[in-house]
Every structure is written in C-alpha cells, then in structure tokens.
Nanobody, 126 residues
C-alpha cells in the first residue's frame, strides 16, 4: 500500500507556471504508475497525465500536451507536474493517484488507480 499527497497548488495569472508535487510513502514507489487528474466545479474528474514506473513512458491529455510535463524521481518518492502557459480553463482541483503494476505500460483508467491524494487547488486568473 502507498499513500500519496499533493502540494504546490495556488493562484497564478494566465500564462504563468506552477509545479505540483505528488509525494508518496513506502519503499516500493518504483513499482507504481502515477497519474494526475483534475476536477473543475460542476465537471467530472478528467485525466491530465500519467507516467509509468520507471518514467520511460508518459501520456498526456490533448488539452495539456505541450504545456504540461510529468516526471518522477523514484529516489525521492515524488512525481512532478510542471504546468506552463496556464489558462483559466486549467482551474481545478488536481489529484495524483498511484497504481501498482507488475507488467504493461498502457494508459490506465481512473478506476484502475486504487490510491488517491486529497487534491490541491490550482486557480488561474485571466
């Protein structure tokens, strides 16, 4: 089992940048795929990005491709989401989630992530 906690959210003007962190407990973080999701008021939770266990493969939603970068440092048990060129429509609560995997590098659906953090608010003003 692993516990994850997000940090780094805040208020930023459009065009600005933020870096979110997802810190995990446990000694086997390297076996977990990690995903970032977000949920805006009145909307369903949506996929943002995913990184596989060794960091070799990443996936992005079309809406953030080219602006957001997901990375991980397994020695620090941390996954990062660097968000650049932020837009007001990026405003949401951002969640990280972890899924243990033995094989495979495909993109996972939200219901395949058993461990979720509490979320961190990102607000982008116009």
């Amino acid at each position: 089992q692993v516990h994850v906690a997000e940090s780094g959210g805040g208020l930023v003007q459009a065009g600005g940048s933020l870096r979110l962190s997802c810190a995990a407990s446990g000694r086997t973080f390297s076996i977990y795929d990690v995903g970032w999701f977000r949920q805006a008021p009145g909307k369903e939770r949506e996929f943002v990005a995913q990184i596989v266990r060794n960091g070799g493969i990443t996936y992005y939603a079309d809406s953030v491709k080219g602006r957001f970068t997901i990375s991980r440092d397994n020695a620090k048990n941390t996954v990062y989401l660097q968000m650049n060129s932020l837009k007001p429509e990026d405003t949401a609560v951002y969640y990280c989630a972890a899924a243990p995997r033995v094989f495979g590098d495909s993109r996972l659906a939200p219901n395949q992530f058993p461990y979720w953090g509490q979320g961190t608010q990102v607000t982008v003003s116009s």
